[in-house]
């Protein structure tokens, strides 16, 4: 088996991944490749394109409306609830929840960060995986003390999938991941060295290779370590994909207006800066012998006329318009309509109801995205209790909510609702649940945890130990 192979459709995707980082980033992420991106005029002098290139600019809309996503549908973290009448199994999950890496971040911000590179690059992947045994436990207590238990997750991107094959379902068979990084082996070593790691995972088996270029640019591949991973007992691969349409792909979308903006954005800024180094003219029948700077003058006969060879400027306002209309059509193509007639609003301000109207569209998307984030979470925390063997039921809800207001409006409602005396305690319980959830999003999960007992506690009479 050759681990360093990589997918036919990999390949042809790899290209177009680096481009949306770059796209995405922007900066001098995007001045370091810009000659990738910017477009040389025919026939361009070579010193003349190197000058453009160093004056290069972006203007990051598509990073910026992957990132309002982003802001918006983590405004309210999701809320998760555990149910179970093991303490420990109750502790460890509210501790997974403020930090799933062992690295101190928590399962929101990972997500979040999940989202993020979904958008830019249509996927992303979450790898469950569970400390290596050191001893071959005889109880899940035994586990616990040792911390073989203690599972976490680890973030990768669409770049590091390298290989892969599927069942008829869609359900990864295997994969390979690539890790590539830099290593010192001691502060007094000449410099870093570059190694590289394939991660093999099948559905019961795992193994790691690696390779130290060093001074060999042909190392060879070794085999690090194997054995079994913590989902052999389900039959699955531990590796969990985050995956949207190519409908909801923003950066996809977006991408070949973004770059037609950026050609031309530059192609008139250029122009601009030239027009400001106008050459003079002197309209005259006699031979010219002056000299011309700014220590002199210039002396014209009769019927001599001066000026300047600068443009007229009706292309400069066709060019305006049309980056305009660009911009417009980045954020219409990425169901932000509303926002880019505020920015380039020119006729009669919007009423309230017509931006409600604008605004329903990118709610439905949202949405969308919220309800595959759910999905995402307890596909993940589903296997993580099979692998545990733990008694709980795991739920993820919230992120349906999206009207940019106060937690006015929302208390409102729910007043409105509980003035009709409906019958039945369980819905007051859910009601009193999520006023809690979107007012104490940014607690911690225990806590969270111990509110939605006590509500249960008060409302249904549920022991809080539950």
Known sequence: MDITREHPDYTLLKPILRKYSDLYAGGEQLKSRAAYYLE???????????????????????????????????????????????????????????????????????????????????????????????????????????????????????????????????????????????????????????????????????RIYTRREGESPEAEVVLADEG?????????????????????????????????????????AWALTMGLFAMPVIYSDKEWRQLVGESYYIQLGQGDRFGWTEPEGRVFQIAADNLSRL?????????????????????????????????SVTQEVLRGFGDTIKDYIKKILRALVAARRDRVVVDATGMDDFDIGDFASDLADAERLLSLDIPSPTLRAQVFRKLA??????????????????????LLGKGVQD
């Open 40 to 206: 040389s005029r025919q026939k361009e002098p070579p010193d003349v394109y190197a000058e453009r290139l160093s004056r290069v600019f972006y203007e990051n809309y598509a990073g910026s409306i992957i990132d309002w996503y982003s802001a918006t549908v983590f405004r309210r973290e999701p809320a998760l609830s555990f149910e179970t009448h093991s303490e420990p199994a109750k502790a460890f999950y509210s501790t997974f929840a403020d930090d799933c890496d062992l690295r101190g971040t928590s399962l929101t911000s990972m997500l979040r960060q999940q989202f993020v590179g979904t958008l830019v690059h249509g996927r992303s992947y979450l790898l469950l995986d569970f400390p290596r045994a050191k001893i071959r436990p005889a109880t899940q207590a035994e586990e616990d003390l040792h911390g073989m238990s203690r599972a976490y997750l680890v973030d990768y991107g669409a770049e590091n999938l390298i290989n892969w094959s599927r069942d008829e379902r869609g359900i990864f068979d295997w994969v390979v991941l690539r890790q590539r990084s830099q290593r010192a082996d001691s502060p007094g070593c000449s410099g870093p060295v570059g190694e590289t790691k394939w991660l093999y995972y099948d559905r019961s088996k795992y």
């Open 228 to 268: 079994y991973h913590g989902l052999a007992s389900q039959g699955l691969v531990p590796l969990f994909e985050l995956k949207v349409s190519e409908g909801l792909w923003l950066m996809n979308k977006a991408a070949l207006l973004q770059l037609e903006h950026f050609n031309k954005s530059n192609a008139l």
């Open 327 to 359: 911009q417009e059509e980045i954020y219409r193509v990425c169901y932000l309509q509303h926002q880019a007639q505020s920015v380039n609003s020119r006729g009669p301000s919007q009423s309230g109801l017509s931006k409600q109207r604008d605004f």
């Open 437 to 458: 959830g979107k007012y104490l999003c940014d607690v911690r999960q225990d806590i969270k945890d111990r509110i939605h007992a006590e509500i249960d506690q008060s």
